[in-house]
T-cell receptor, first 117, second 113 residues
Framework: NAGVTQTPKFQVLKTGQSMTLQCAQD?????MSWYRQDPGMGLRLIHY???????DQGEVPNGYNVSRSTTEDFPLRLLSAAPSQTSVYFC????????????????FGEGSRLTVL | TQLLEQSPQFLSIQEGENLTVYCNSS?????LQWYRQEPGEGPVLLVT?????EVKKLKRLTFQFGDARKDSSLHITAAQPGDTGLYLC?????????????FGSGTRLLVRP
């Protein structure tokens, strides 16, 4: 069972470089989100999507772009990497219940550890 | 901005002891969840509480949602080394908004054999 798959697991960038963190889910979930996790700060929401073609900003969106062209994929793009973006990034998905609302359970990938020098 | 504060940040106890982790906010949440995260992995859902005053039990873990839906607690009875991990509480600001949860900073638990 693949679930939520993130690639790469580890990446080192130099300041100013750009890159894309990939996220794919095979559960046909409508909702997908990107979080970053920093020591002592829990997880903070970067961007989220409620369906293909629909994205919105979370708490800390600056410096990141997302798109959702398919239900399965939700890539996160770093436009010009900065040392402040050194973090562990988690992609998560969740599904809509029969009531039409999100069910409440987030399914997370294993994370992508990014270091910006 | 809604915030969730967890305490303690770090807890080191002996196997067999009991412990309680707290998750507090000045804001009301429609639901609150507890996740456990192990090193190198993503968080995994333990429980969701929805109703004020609700208590849920998962084996030796007891979860409670405050009457006013602003706080929650996790109590572990007779902790075991397998309980070691990072415990995160997360709140949904509005009903049906659980795809954009607000997370607490986490409680790192170490249970020594």
């Amino acid at each position: 069972n693949a679930g939520v798959t993130q690639t790469p697991k580890f990446q080192v960038l130099k300041t100013g470089q750009s890159m894309t963190l990939q996220c794919a889910q095979d559960m046909n979930h409508e909702y997908m989100s990107w979080y970053r996790q920093d020591p002592g700060m829990g997880l903070r929401l970067i961007h989220y999507s409620v369906g293909a073609g629909i994205t919105d900003q979370g708490e800390v969106p600056n410096g990141y772009n997302v798109s959702r062209s398919t239900t399965e994929d939700f890539p996160l793009r770093l436009l010009s990497a900065a040392p402040s973006q050194t973090s562990v990034y988690f992609c998560a998905s969740s599904y809509r219940s029969g009531t039409g609302r999100a069910t409440g359970e987030l399914f997370f990938g294993e994370g992508s550890r990014l270091t910006v020098l | 901005t809604q915030l969730l504060e967890q305490s303690p940040q770090f807890l080191s106890i002996q196997e067999g002891e009991n412990l309680t982790v707290y998750c507090n906010s000045s804001s009301v949440f429609s639901s609150l969840q507890w996740y456990r995260q192990e090193p190198g992995e993503g968080p995994v859902l333990l429980v969701t509480v929805v109703t004020g005053g609700e208590v849920k039990k998962l084996k030796r873990l007891t979860f409670q949602f405050g009457d006013a839906r602003k706080d929650s607690s996790l109590h572990i009875t007779a902790a075991q080394p397998g309980d070691t991990g990072l415990y995160l509480c997360a709140g949904a600001p509005r009903r049906g908004s659980s795809y954009k949860l607000i997370f607490g900073s986490g409680t790192r638990l170490l249970v020594r054999p």
